[in-house]
């Protein structure tokens, strides 16, 4: 069983450079791809990015790519998404996802527990 508690949301302003940051609890974190997916208003949820187990693989939507880095701390059971540049499209809550042991996939069906969300809203 992982829980997942996502914090570092807000209210933004267009350029700003918040950081998300999902804690983790259990002691699998460590053998888990993480990732962060975010759900605009009236939009399915997208993956925005995501990280293996090792930290060596890294995957991100193209909307975000040299804007928002996903990072991880074992130590601290934490994954992060550092966010820049932000724009109004952005506007979204965002989710952090644990997928099982030693799965690497972008793909929402495969991630086994979700975070409640944060909610980062962009002004322009």
């Known amino acids: 069983q992982v829980q997942l508690v996502e914090s570092g949301g807000g209210l933004v302003q267009a350029g700003g450079s918040p950081r998300l940051s999902c804690a983790a609890s259990?002691?699998?974190?460590?053998?888990?791809?993480m990732g962060w997916f975010r759900q605009a208003p009236q939009k399915e949820r997208e993956f925005v990015a995501g990280?293996?187990?090792?930290?060596?693989?890294?995957s991100y939507v193209d909307s975000v790519k040299g804007r928002f880095t996903i990072s991880r701390d074992t130590a601290k059971n934490t994954v992060y998404l550092q966010m820049k540049t932000l724009k109004p499209e952005d506007t979204a809550v965002y989710y952090c996802?644990?997928?099982?042991?030693?799965?690497?996939?972008?793909?929402?069906?495969?991630?086994?527990?979700w975070g409640q969300g944060t909610q980062v809203t962009v002004s322009s």
């Open positions: 996802a644990a997928g099982p042991p030693y799965v690497w996939s972008s793909g929402e069906s495969l991630y086994e527990y």
């Open positions: 259990g002691r699998t974190f460590w053998s888990r791809a």
């Open positions: 990280i293996n187990w090792t930290g060596d693989s890294i």
